[in-house]
């Protein structure tokens, strides 16, 4: 990594971390970007104001989601244009995801079309991946449409899939139903992905300690990003 390109992400964690802190009251305690040529990602740690602690003893974690949901709306754009003036990757699918249980979070920026270098997009276990998702999926019995794949570094693996939606999920959608389409779908992709999480560790040579999982509806895609524990060698 370059010295402008070390200032760039040095410069943009501390810019995701004073901007969440505006919105929500606290920032996270720790911060991690990956810039690609057209791929941002946000790994957040330690992300809960006092007011989501007080709501998730309650057992309100439905609350905290809802809560987050309306301030992200607001601020997905401010996010893009930062980096838009920074970097000149032009966002146009922006997904977000939390752990409310281990605190932490995933933001993903995409540009329109998808051009990574060879290592990023090309890399060693790829072909393994793709299979071990094709293998879940048949095991599941769920759609998985066409799917791509980066590794951003050794602890960020970003998975965009297009054509998720049976008719019937468009259906729920169309009548007005897709908060809860989204929350169910997601909860039950999690629980298949740590279900069958050694498929991936292996190929990855790593442990999966965070799961995150969002949807673009009106594109029709959905974006798994999996954080790994390198293993020591």
């Known amino acids: 990594m370059t010295n402008r390109s070390t200032q760039i992400h040095k410069e943009a964690a501390s810019y995701i971390g004073k901007t969440l802190r505006d919105y929500f009251g606290k920032g996270p305690e720790s911060v991690y970007i990956s810039i690609g040529h057209s791929i941002i990602s946000i790994y957040l740690r330690n992300f809960m104001a006092p007011m989501e602690s007080s709501l998730m003893e309650q057992q309100e974690p439905t609350a905290v989601i809802n809560a ?5 709306g607001r601020l997905v ?7 838009k003036a920074t970097t000149d ?3 146009d699918e922006f997904y977000y995801d939390w752990d409310l249980y281990h605190q932490s979070g995933l933001l993903v920026g995409m540009a329109a079309k998808v051009s990574e270098p060879k290592e990023i997009e090309y890399y060693g276990s790829k072909a393994a991946i793709h299979d071990a998702m094709e293998w879940v999926a048949r ?3 769920y759609i998985q449409g066409k799917t791509e794949s980066f590794l951003l570094n050794s602890r960020t693996l970003i998975i965009r899939y297009q054509n998720v939606f049976t008719d019937i999920e468009n259906e729920l959608i169309e009548m007005g139903y897709q908060d809860i389409l989204h929350q169910a779908k997601k909860s039950v992709c999690k629980q298949i992905i740590r279900e069958f999480a050694h498929h991936f560790e292996g190929p990855l040579n790593g442990k999966l300690v965070d ?3 969002d949807w673009d509806i009106e594109k029709d895609t959905r974006m798994i990003g999996l954080i790994i524990k390198p293993y020591q060698r």
């Open 211 to 213: 799961t995150f999982v």
């Open 89 to 91: 990757i032009e966002i």
């Open 77 to 83: 754009q401010e996010i893009k244009s930062y980096f």
């Open 139 to 141: 095991k599941k019995q």
């Open 68 to 72: 987050r949901r309306i301030i992200m």
